[in-house]
């Protein structure tokens, strides 16, 4: 009894990420994932890089947004079974600042809730990005 309750939960767990992955190749049919969520992306790449930043893309769901000359920054983006996770790493004199939000139920975002979940993951790493400098320089 208990071993059918267990196989029939797995059976549940590989069947919703089966129907997951195909959602997300559905998305992502014809079109990049920084197609997909290019107002995230260029809000990100105004603040981090001056939108001076080059997207290098891992694979189709996975991509960094980095600047080609310095090296102190590098936003990752990554996306799967409707959920966008970014990632932004900030260096600062050695010590490195790593701040992930993972943004739920994002297959359909229209251009506005994707400006509202730029601004509000900006404005978090700013101030994250103020802190850290203060604690470095702290310790100096």
Avoid: C
Wanted: charged share 25%.
């Amino acid at each position: 009894m208990i071993w059918g309750i267990i196989i029939a939960i797995v059976v549940v767990f590989i069947s919703s990420s089966l129907i997951g992955n195909s959602k997300d190749s559905q998305d992502l049919a014809g079109r990049k994932l920084e197609e997909k969520f290019n107002v995230i992306i260029n809000s990100i790449n105004n603040v981090a890089f001056n939108k001076e930043g080059v997207i290098k893309e891992y694979d189709k769901k996975h991509i960094y947004l980095i600047h080609p000359i310095s090296g102190n920054q590098m936003i990752e983006f990554l996306y799967s079974q409707g959920v966008l996770a970014i990632t932004w790493k900030y260096k600062y004199f050695q010590k490195e600042l790593i701040h992930k939000r993972s943004f739920l139920n994002v297959r359909n975002l229209s251009l506005f809730e994707q400006e509202k979940i730029a601004r509000a993951f900006i404005s978090e790493m700013e101030e994250k990005i103020d802190n850290h400098k203060n604690l470095v320089m702290r310790d100096f």
